[in-house]
C-alpha cells in the first residue's frame, strides 16, 4: 500500500467518524495547532513528565524601603558617576514616595523631556503639568493642591506604581522634619532605635518610609535608616551598632561585644582615633546620613 493509499483510506476513515468532508485536514491543523501551544507555554511531553522550560534569572528581592534626604535624593539623577564613569539610577518622588525611573530614563534621564524631574520631589508639578522650578523639592504644595490637581497626583502615583511597575525605593523625609541636630539624646533614648522597629512609622515619623535607626559615633547621632536599613536594619551585619554608641567598637573595627558595649575611647591611641573620625566623615559626607542629636551618655 502506497502512502497517498494509506492517506486516503484515513481521510475516509476520518469522514465516516465525523460525518464531515474533509476532516483529516482539519484534525491536522489541530494538531499542529495544540504542538504549537504547548511548545510556547511550556514544552512537550517526554519520558511521561512535562519539560517545562524554566527561567535562567531568578526575580530579584526588591531592597527595603529606606529614607531619604532632599540632598540624597538629588544625587539620583541619571548623570554619569565622576568617580565611578557608571550611570546613576534615576529615582524621583511624588508626593514623598520615591520611585526608580531608570527603566524610563529616555524619558526622565539627561536630555529626556523630563529630565528636570530627575533626583527631585516633582508631585505638585507633575499634578500641574508644571516645569516651574519652585514646585520642585516643595513636598508641603503637594497638600495644598486643589481638588483636580490632588486628584491628578493620585493618577500620576497609581501610573507609576501599577502601570509602568517603577520601583518604590522609599520616602523623602523633608529637611524641615528632621530632628534637630543640636537636640540630647541620652543613652537610653538612643537604644529605642535599634533598627527592630518594623511597624509603620507614627507620630514624629509618620511619613518616613521606615522607622528610624540611631547609630552614635564621637557624641553625634546619625538616623542610619537614610541608606543603611540593609547594613544596620534587622538582619543586618552592623545591626549589633544600632542604638548603640559605637565609638569604640568602629576605631577598633571590632564586633566584639566588649567593645560595642564600652563606650570609652579615652585609652585609645591616636591611629585608632584617626580611624573613628574617618568613619564619622564617611557617615556625614560619603553617606550624607543625617545628624538627629547629640549624645549625653550622662543622661
Same mark, same amino acid.
Given at each position: 500500500?502506497t502512502?497517498?493509499?494509506?492517506?486516503?483510506?484515513?481521510? *475516509?476513515?476520518?469522514?465516516?467518524i465525523t460525518?464531515?468532508?474533509?476532516?483529516?485536514?482539519?484534525?491536522?491543523?489541530?494538531?499542529i495547532?495544540?504542538?504549537?501551544?504547548?511548545?510556547?507555554?511550556?514544552?512537550? @511531553?517526554?519520558?511521561?513528565?512535562?519539560? @517545562?522550560?524554566?527561567?535562567?534569572?531568578? /526575580?530579584? $528581592?526588591?531592597?527595603?524601603?529606606?529614607?531619604? +534626604?532632599?540632598? @540624597?535624593?538629588?544625587?539620583?539623577?541619571? *548623570?554619569?558617576?565622576?568617580?565611578t564613569?557608571?550611570?546613576?539610577p534615576?529615582?524621583l518622588?511624588?508626593? %514623598?514616595?520615591?520611585?526608580?525611573?531608570?527603566k524610563?530614563?529616555?524619558?526622565? %534621564?539627561?536630555?529626556? &523631556?523630563? /529630565?528636570?524631574?530627575?533626583?527631585?520631589?516633582?508631585g505638585?508639578?507633575?499634578?500641574?503639568?508644571?516645569?516651574?522650578?519652585?514646585?520642585?523639592?516643595?513636598?508641603?504644595?503637594?497638600? +495644598?493642591l486643589?481638588?483636580?490637581?490632588k486628584?491628578?497626583?493620585?493618577?500620576?502615583?497609581?501610573?507609576?506604581e501599577?502601570? #509602568?511597575?517603577?520601583?518604590?525605593?522609599?520616602?523623602?523625609?523633608?529637611d524641615?522634619?528632621l &530632628?534637630? &541636630?543640636? #537636640?540630647?539624646?541620652?543613652?537610653?533614648?538612643?537604644?529605642?532605635?535599634? %533598627?527592630?522597629?518594623?511597624?509603620?512609622?507614627?507620630? !514624629?515619623?509618620?511619613g518616613?518610609?521606615t522607622?528610624?535607626?540611631?547609630?552614635?559615633?564621637?557624641?553625634k547621632?546619625?538616623?542610619?535608616?537614610?541608606?543603611?536599613?540593609?547594613?544596620?536594619? =534587622?538582619?543586618?551585619?552592623?545591626?549589633?551598632?544600632?542604638?548603640?554608641?559605637?565609638?569604640?567598637?568602629?576605631?577598633?573595627?571590632?564586633? !566584639? &561585644?566588649?567593645?560595642?558595649?564600652?563606650?570609652?575611647?579615652? !585609652?585609645?591611641?591616636? +591611629? =585608632?582615633? *584617626?580611624?573613628?573620625?574617618?568613619?564619622? *566623615? $564617611?557617615?556625614?559626607?560619603? =553617606?550624607?546620613?543625617?545628624?538627629?542629636?547629640?549624645? !549625653?551618655?550622662?543622661?
Amino acid at each position: 500500500m502506497t502512502i497517498s493509499h494509506a492517506a486516503k483510506e484515513m481521510g *475516509k476513515y476520518c469522514d465516516s467518524i465525523t460525518g464531515v468532508e474533509g476532516s483529516l485536514g482539519y484534525i491536522i491543523l489541530l494538531i499542529i495547532t495544540a504542538l504549537g501551544y504547548m511548545w510556547i507555554n511550556g514544552g512537550f @511531553q517526554m519520558n511521561g513528565s512535562s519539560k @517545562q522550560v524554566e527561567e535562567d534569572e531568578e /526575580e530579584e $528581592t526588591p531592597d527595603p524601603l529606606r529614607n531619604f +534626604t532632599t540632598k @540624597q535624593l538629588r544625587h539620583f539623577d541619571g *548623570k554619569v558617576n565622576e568617580k565611578t564613569d557608571d550611570q546613576k539610577p534615576v529615582y524621583l518622588s511624588v508626593g %514623598g514616595t520615591i520611585f526608580d525611573v531608570s527603566k524610563g530614563r529616555d524619558f526622565y %534621564g539627561p536630555g529626556g &523631556p523630563y /529630565e528636570v524631574f530627575a533626583g527631585r520631589e516633582c508631585g505638585a508639578a507633575l499634578a500641574t503639568m508644571s516645569f516651574d522650578e519652585a514646585l520642585l523639592d516643595d513636598l508641603s504644595a503637594c497638600d +495644598t493642591l486643589g481638588v483636580g490637581d490632588k486628584a491628578e497626583l493620585e493618577n500620576w502615583h497609581e501610573k507609576f506604581e501599577h502601570y #509602568r511597575c517603577y520601583p518604590i525605593k522609599g520616602r523623602l523625609v523633608p529637611d524641615t522634619k528632621l &530632628p534637630s &541636630p543640636e #537636640r540630647t539624646i541620652s543613652a537610653e533614648e538612643l537604644a529605642k532605635y535599634d %533598627g527592630n522597629n518594623q511597624d509603620t512609622p507614627t507620630g !514624629d515619623h509618620e511619613g518616613y518610609g521606615t522607622n528610624p535607626i540611631y547609630l552614635a559615633a564621637l557624641d553625634k547621632v546619625f538616623d542610619v535608616s537614610f541608606g543603611g536599613v540593609e547594613m544596620y536594619g =534587622k538582619g543586618g551585619p552592623y545591626q549589633r551598632f544600632a542604638g548603640k554608641d559605637a565609638s569604640r567598637a568602629l576605631a577598633l573595627m571590632s564586633f !566584639d &561585644p566588649k567593645d560595642v558595649e564600652n563606650t570609652d575611647i579615652s !585609652d585609645l591611641e591616636e +591611629t =585608632k582615633v *584617626k580611624v573613628l573620625k574617618d568613619w564619622v *566623615k $564617611t557617615f556625614e559626607e560619603k =553617606k550624607g546620613y543625617p545628624v538627629v542629636g547629640k549624645l !549625653d551618655k550622662n543622661l
